[in-house]
């Protein structure tokens, strides 16, 4: 599951999903953004802003929870995701524009699930060769035309105030790009 779909972090997300074989659950505040993640390839869309994450996920994974969830949202979502992940599953924290979560750690031993930060900044040796085979993989499925980031708004660089905050607000959808 993807949380955060409609952006452009989590539209990315749906197309490695899809193209590395998963069936992709996206989850989004709105109608919008839901139907850019369909049009992306999401096999399933979640509307979040209307409650009930986890009886929705539920539902779709024969009562089961998914097996990893990519939390790009942060905040009550995340929560709401650490009780609909399945036994064992990995709960990827992507970012937190929604707020920090505390979280109940019983939930984690509960679901026997791993929590797993993603963050790509200073990193020792050994993760950045990691990190530069992943690099190596996306680039084959960009070049294999099987993902293919969505630039939905460009701005000048005037404009990048407003580019900004569409982000900050989360009303941007898909990769918001600022011409220099």
């Given amino acids: 599951m993807v949380t955060g779909a409609g952006g452009g972090v989590g539209t990315t ?37 209307d409650g009930e994450l986890k009886e929705k996920v539920k539902a779709l994974t024969d009562g089961l929870g998914a097996d990893v969830i990519y939390d790009a949202v942060g905040g009550d979502i995340f929560l709401q995701c650490m009780r609909c992940i399945n036994w064992d599953g990995r709960v990827l924290v992507i970012g937190f524009p929604a707020g920090i979560p505390k979280v109940p750690t019983n939930l984690a031993l509960l679901k026997g699930c791993s929590i797993v930060g993603v963050f790509g900044e200073v990193l020792p040796a ?55």
């Fill in 13 to 49: 997300a749906i197309e490695i999903g899809k193209a590395m074989g998963a069936r992709v659950i996206a989850a989004a505040s709105n109608q919008e953004k839901l139907d850019i993640a369909k049009r992306l390839g999401a096999d399933e869309v979640i509307n979040y802003g």
């Fill in 126 to 180: 050994e993760s950045q060769k990691k990190i530069q085979k992943n690099f190596q993989e996306l680039f084959a499925l960009h070049a294999e035309g099987k993902i293919k980031p969505e630039i939905t708004k460009s701005y000048t660089l005037d404009n990048a105030v407003e580019a900004i905050k569409s982000l900050e607000d989360r009303t941007a959808t898909g990769k918001v790009v600022i011409e220099i």
